[in-house]
């Protein structure tokens, strides 16, 4: 008999749960022994393994977070401890390791196999959606809506203060998280690093607004842009001659990142973590699951990193249609 083990790698993302679940049980489907790693990375090295069966992954699908815990290992990056990661899956007979995991995550799998010889396959997840090669990572859309969700919570007091408001989202380098927050919330600015908005449009923006009889503004701010607290900072001083209710800022922080998934998390997570399982029975490694034109399929998984995923351009200029 077959045996694979599943890990979870990196932030947490809601679905990561629900991808547990299927590739536990799909592998069990499959006639696979399948084991979990405790703590990603870390478990590798401290071997800890333990077997999972299609019951122990019973009522996790609308949780957040991850039972199989989840860490940000540094010494990964030291050879040394690859080497004892690799004799630990050898020594488990692990014939194909599942890493739900981000950009990093992936290197990390990337260099086991490469250096070793470990049979690996990665699964797309980070809140931030930036992961290169693949559309859509387990996670995104449940953040979003966590925003959306504070953001319209936000707009109440922004409307009855007739007040700006800089809300700061998640995203690390990238911007994907602001702009959907941004869309789905209505925004009337939203700052993104991969497309630069200078500072002299924002408050023209938010005075023209005012001049159309529109006295309170959202801006949000993807924190790869600069913090909330810096801009509203800087938006006081240049508002302080006009009649505004003042400008405050709130940082989103971590509630993005928790929670029960969405339906589309759970239902992406579900269809990648079969699939995942799907292309070792086929025969199939170092490679990770992406989406593509909405479909799932494999590429190899050197692909996914050293390369910047970008927001379309469409979108960005969708907003600023928008806020007129
Ligand atoms: O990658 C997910 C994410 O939540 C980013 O949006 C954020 O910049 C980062 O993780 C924070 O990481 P940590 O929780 O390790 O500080």
Known sequence: MKKIAVMTSGGDAPGLNACIRAVVRAGHYYSLEVVGVKRGFKGLIEKEFYPLSPRDVSLIINRGGTV???????????????KKAAENIREERIDCLFVIGGNGSFQGAYLLQKEFGIPVIGIPKTIDNDTYGTEYTIGFDTAVNNAVDAIDKIRDTSMSHERVFVVEVMGRDSGFIALSAGIASGADITLIPEYPFPMHVIV????QAQKRGKKFSIIVVAEGVASAKEI?????????????GGVRYSVLGYIQRGGSPTAYDRIVASRFGVFAVEQFVNGQT???VAMENGKVVSKPLGISFGKVKKPDLSDFELNNILTL
């Not at 199989?68 to 690859?82: G, T, V």
């Not at 509203?232 to 505004?244: C, M, S, V």
């Open 68 to 82: 199989l815990l989840s860490a940000r290992e540094k010494r990964f990056h030291q050879y040394e401890f690859r």
């Open 286 to 288: 170092g490679i990770m």
């Open 204 to 207: 023209d923006t938010i005075l």
């Open 232 to 244: 509203a900072e800087i938006l006081t001083e240049k508002l302080k001659p006009y009649d505004f």
